[in-house]
């Protein structure tokens, strides 16, 4: 059975990660769309990291103002996004421990 091939609109890395996924992972084809939707998500960080690398976390608008980067808000976004992919895809080895609720504090008289 052959693997299927990264998207090639993935930077290099990305689509170096998405391959590894594919190859360790037993993923049915609705698991390769979130793992696509995630890979797209990271490479919009990254982009989105390079442009505030480039012109600073604030820059100033038509009026000399400082104004956080629009770029921020679509980094905020995207790990959001990223992370909750990565939670509905599920591949971690081993599942959490289950929890536990605390005990009850006693109450001394």
Not at 40 to 60: H, L, P
Not at 67 to 74: G, I, T, Y
Request: glycine content about 2%.
């Amino acid at each position: 059975m052959t693997r299927p091939r990264a998207p090639k609109h993935l930077c290099p890395k990305t689509r170096r990660w998405w391959s590894s996924v594919v190859n360790e992972w037993q993923l049915e084809d609705h698991h390769k769309k979130l793992l696509t939707l995630a890979a797209e998500s990271w490479d919009r960080i990254a982009e989105a990291q390079e442009q505030i690398t480039i012109d600073g976390v604030y820059i100033k608008d038509r009026f000399g103002q400082l104004k956080p980067h629009p770029a921020l808000a679509v980094e905020r976004q995207e790990k959001i996004c990223f992370a909750r992919l990565l939670r509905e895809l599920d591949l971690d080895v081993d599942p959490p421990p289950e929890s536990r609720r605390p005990a009850k504090l006693r109450r001394y008289k």
